[in-house]
């Protein structure tokens, strides 16, 4: 199975508006962190968000607010107020406490691209 | 402040040659992570070190791929007798330890490698 799934190839938003990418993700680790990590043509990778499995609250980061739904083990990314600046690839990444260190696995990712 | 370094940015080889991949680590980093990014795919753990020690290498091919972090200088990423599947972009992420704030990954802007 796979543990982290985005089911979005691709995703087109009208600049101004906003726009959820999913991300789905299995694990039995009680102890968990999800992250959303952001990457332009240019190729580098740039973190936008983390949420804790202990965390009360969904996570924001300006723009960028997570919709945690443990009990579907859901992550969805919401970006408000999309900027044509935000056209990239996502990815949603979970780590796992019995896992080595920070060792993450990705999801494939959602090709986002905001039109004018 | 200089994130964490990757070179040769861009890197061709041909079948049969070898590829070194270089990281440094942000300062103060004393994990290194390193990830394969394959066309059109997410990002796939390969390795994970500290100073000296592999801790973790589940994701590593089981030939011809070789990862140190020697305790002077930076980490490498040897890959032997390359093939056409090789070509990916290598990714190099660290973090300050275990445990440290949210375990965010720092990483570099990669390394891209075509085997003619």
């Known amino acids: 199975a796979q543990k982290i799934t985005q089911t979005q190839p691709g995703m087109f938003v009208q600049e101004k508006e906003a726009v959820t990418l999913d991300c789905t993700y299995d694990?039995?680790?009680?102890?968990?962190?999800l992250f959303w990590y952001k990457q332009p043509s240019s190729g580098e990778m740039i973190f936008l968000i983390y949420q804790g499995s202990y965390d009360q609250q969904n996570a924001t980061e300006g723009r960028y607010s997570l919709n945690f739904q443990k009990a579907r083990k859901s992550a969805n990314l919401v970006i408000s107020a999309s900027q044509l600046g935000d056209s990239a690839m996502y990815f949603c990444?979970?780590?796992?406490?019995?896992?080595?260190?920070?060792?993450?696995?990705f999801g494939t990712g959602t090709q986002l691209k905001v039109e004018l | 402040n200089a994130g964490v370094m990757q070179n040769p940015r861009h890197l061709v080889r041909r079948r049969g040659q070898e590829a070194r991949l270089r990281c440094s680590p942000m300062k103060g980093h004393s994990h290194v992570y390193w990830y394969r990014q394959l066309p059109e795919e997410g990002l796939k753990f390969m390795v994970y070190?500290?100073?000296?020690?592999?801790?973790?290498e589940s994701g590593m091919p089981k030939e011809r791929f070789s990862a140190e972090f020697p305790k002077e200088g930076p980490s490498i990423l040897r890959i032997q007798q390359v093939v056409r599947g090789d070509s990916a972009a290598y990714f190099c992420?660290?973090?300050?330890?275990?445990?440290?704030?949210?375990?965010?990954?720092?990483f570099g802007e990669g390394s891209r490698l075509t085997v003619l």
């Open positions: 694990t039995s680790d009680p102890s968990y962190g």
């Open positions: 990444a979970m780590r796992e406490r019995g896992g080595g260190g920070n060792k993450l696995t």
């Open positions: 992420a660290s973090t300050p330890g275990q445990g440290a704030n949210t375990g965010e990954l720092f």
């Open positions: 070190l500290q100073k000296e020690n592999i801790i973790d």
